[in-house]
C-alpha cells in the first residue's frame, strides 16, 4: 500500500505541474525603507522622481554628457539624500572630471546607503580602487581591488586592477 501510495502522489505532482499554460511571474522592485517605520506616499513620490532624476543623468552620462549628467545625479540627490545609486553615479561622473576627493565623497555615501547585496558593494570598491589608482595611490587602490574581489570573486574588473597594479610594481612604478 505505501509503495502504490508514492506512486499515485508522484502521479498526481508531474502530471499537475505540466500544464500546457506559461505562468509568467513579474518581479517588481520595491526600495524597502530602511527604518523600520512606514514610508509616506510623499516619501515615495519624492523616491521615484529621484529615480527619474538617475535614469535621465544614466542616460547622459552614457553619451558623454557629464556636465547634463551630474546636475540629474545631484537632483535625485537633492530629492533622495539616501540614494545610494544617485551618489555611486554622482562618484562616477566626478571621477570622469578628475574631481577625485568629490567622487571618492560620494563613493563613501554610495557604500553607507547601498543594500547589502555584495555585487553592489562589490561595484562600489571597484569604482574607488580605479580612482585611487588614477591618483597613484597604489596600496589603498590594491585594498579595494582586494575588498571588491572577496565580496565578489568573479570581478574582472577587480582581478584586472590587480593584475596592472602587479605589473606596475615589478616596472617599478
Not at 502521479?11 to 499537475?16: I, P, Q, S, T, V
Not at 506616499?41 to 544614466?58: H, I, K, M, N
Request: net charge positive.
Amino acid at each position: 500500500m505505501g509503495k502504490l501510495t508514492v506512486i499515485v502522489i508522484t502521479a498526481c505532482l508531474f502530471l499537475g505541474g505540466c500544464g500546457r499554460d506559461y505562468t509568467v511571474v513579474k518581479a517588481e522592485f520595491r526600495e524597502t525603507p530602511r527604518s523600520g517605520r512606514d514610508t509616506t506616499p510623499e516619501e515615495w513620490a519624492f523616491r521615484e522622481q529621484s529615480s527619474q532624476y538617475v535614469t535621465d543623468g544614466l542616460i547622459l552620462f552614457r553619451q558623454g554628457n557629464n556636465v547634463k549628467a551630474r546636475q540629474c545625479f545631484q537632483q535625485a540627490l537633492e530629492t533622495d539624500s539616501a540614494s545610494w545609486l544617485a551618489h555611486y553615479c554622482l562618484g562616477l561622473t566626478l571621477s570622469k572630471d578628475e574631481s577625485w576627493d568629490n567622487a571618492l565623497d560620494h563613493l563613501r555615501s554610495s557604500l553607507e546607503y547601498a543594500p547589502a547585496d555584495k555585487r553592489t558593494r562589490s561595484l562600489i570598491h571597484l569604482a574607488m580602487g580605479q580612482i585611487r589608482e588614477s591618483q597613484g595611490s597604489y596600496g589603498r587602490a590594491r585594498q579595494h581591488y582586494r575588498t571588491a574581489l572577496n565580496l565578489h570573486p568573479e570581478s574582472s574588473g577587480a582581478v584586472e586592477g590587480l593584475k596592472r597594479l602587479a605589473e606596475l610594481s615589478q616596472t617599478g612604478k
